[in-house]
């Protein structure tokens, strides 16, 4: 990529920079007092390319590096590591980047793919995997972050593994899937608390689509059919290998969690798009899923600023459905107006009733740019209808929050809200711990980091050693 790219694109610039140094940060700083009660590591993923992007670069490119901050005794500690991919070491050995993104994808030519792994990050069965939708899970070392290769189940997964699978509080399932564009489409698998793959089936659906996350209740797996489709006859034409066709609405899959293909109730809503739930729930006869919706996604299109409301519709707020089991029918309606992603909820309540949820939002100062920079957290009240906002001002942008309880058996907001934010003045990252009752007050705990964090993607805590 030329040095004009570079410095023109916006997904280059500030914190959205990459950030190309390894290290390690036995005592950090802290404002404020670390709870004696955390203890475990804050695991965060996000994309940062190694090398000067080979040409036009997306967001979604960049190699995945993990940041982690282990808490123990009051005291926190940092480390950082690439996921050290074979694309990433073919290319260190060349010392230049070689593969190109996804902007380059050009239908004439057999795609070269990097397993990036830098979407989110999560702990089960003892193992650390690191996630790109489009690919296998990269295992890493839970203390050294050293990667150590592709894990795929013992062989029992062969295709690519989402970014975002859910793990049942309770009987401690895995519950995933894969997406692809060509078929099958979709793919939907169960791993037991032991981590052996003990289903898997085959989902009909009626497009290929960008299937990024799904939500799961104490029964079922909802699966979100969006009118975002491959389509690599627009790519041929030089547009975008994705395709927002709003003429096909938007379905909703329900399924039984150990069903089949054949055993899918499918509910059509109006077309949307819808990155991340933020958690489902059966009630009577009834699902209701929270999600952060978006009236239209003009993904990787350049034509999407040149629309009018392009900047209205292109966000997402939260919105519920309600889904009739019986009767067949789905009802739709707003929860809150405030533009935000990456949601959130005490994990203890996934697939069951939630009051509470957590997400990076944008403050108060708007957001003018196409640029995904969240410079506040909210947290809303469903049983009171009422949204709290924390605002970090212009310029200071804020990652995905994650509620830890306080206790086991804790009320379902007494606990801690953990995130990374930039400040923009200083030029480098802090670890915020707000008590989640107290979303606006003094943080409990401001752990300095010695440097930025790249804005990016997910993560997840961990508690023990």
């Known amino acids: 990529m030329s ?8 997904l280059l610039q500030g914190n959205f920079g990459p950030w190309r140094m390894e290290g390690d940060a036995p005592d950090l700083e802290v404002e404020g007092e670390v709870p004696r009660e955390l203890a475990g590591t804050y695991y965060r993923n ?7 992007p080979a040409g036009r670069y997306h967001w979604f490119d960049g190699d995945g590096m993990i940041h982690a901050i282990r808490l123990e005794d009051g005291r926190a500690r940092y480390r950082n590591r690439w996921v050290l991919s074979e694309g990433l070491k073919e290319e260190r050995a060349a010392g230049q980047a070689l593969y190109p993104g996804l902007l380059e994808i050009k239908p004439s030519e057999a795609p070269r793919f990097k397993v990036t792994a830098n979407t989110n990050i999560v702990a089960h069965a003892g193992k650390l995997l690191a996630l790109v939708e489009s690919s296998l899970p990269t295992e890493l070392r839970r203390c050294t972050l050293e990667t150590i290769g592709l894990y795929d189940f013992a062989g029992s997964l062969a295709g690519p593994m989402t970014a975002h699978p859910k793990i049942d509080p309770r009987s401690g399932e895995m519950l995933f899937f894969g997406y692809s564009p060509f078929p099958p489409y979709l ?14 089936e085959p989902i009909d659906v009626a497009w290929p689509s960008m299937m990024h996350d799904f939500a799961v209740t104490e ?26 066709q709003p003429e096909r609405g938007t379905r909703i899959g329900v399924m039984p969690r150990r069903g089949t293909s054949a055993d899918v109730a499918w509910f059509d809503t109006d077309p949307c798009y819808v990155f991340h739930p933020m958690n489902a729930y059966e009630k009577g006869n009834e699902i209701v899923l929270d999600v952060l919706r978006y009236e239209q996604l003009l993904f990787m299109s350049p034509k999407a600023a040149r629309e009018p409301d392009w900047r209205d519709k292109q966000v997402a707020r939260l919105h519920r459905w309600r889904i009739d089991l019986e009767g067949g029918t789905l009802r739709s309606e707003p929860l809150d107006d405030h533009e935000g992603e990456f949601p959130r909820v005490d994990e203890r309540r996934l697939g069951r009733e939630h ?13 003018p740019t196409s640029r995904p920079e969240f410079t506040a957290i909210g947290k809303i009240d469903l049983a009171r209808g009422t949204t709290e906002i924390r605002a970090h ?13 306080r206790r086991a058996d804790a009320a379902e907001d007494d606990g801690w809200v953990v995130y990374l934010a930039y400040d923009r003045e200083r030029n480098a990252s802090d670890f915020l711990i707000l008590d989640a009752r107290e979303l606006r007050g003094e943080p409990v705990a401001r752990v ?15 508690g023990g050693v």
């Open 3 to 10: 040095t004009r790219e570079s410095e023109e694109n916006p």
């Open 46 to 52: 996000g994309p940062n390319p190694a090398f000067e």
């Open 187 to 200: 793919q939907y698998y169960v791993a037991d608390r032991s981590g052996a793959l003990i289903h898997a």
């Open 219 to 244: 029964h079922h797996a909802i699966f979100l059919l969006c009118p975002i489709v491959f389509d690599f006859e627009n790519a041929a034409k030089g547009g975008s290998i994705f395709s927002w």
């Open 355 to 367: 009051r509470f949820g957590y997400f990076a939002a944008i403050g108060p100062e708007g957001n």
């Open 393 to 405: 001002g212009e310029g200071n942008g804020c990652g995905e929050p994650i509620f830890i309880p």
């Open 448 to 462: 300095r980091l010695p440097h930025r964090v790249p804005y990016g993607f997910h993560g997840n805590w961990v």
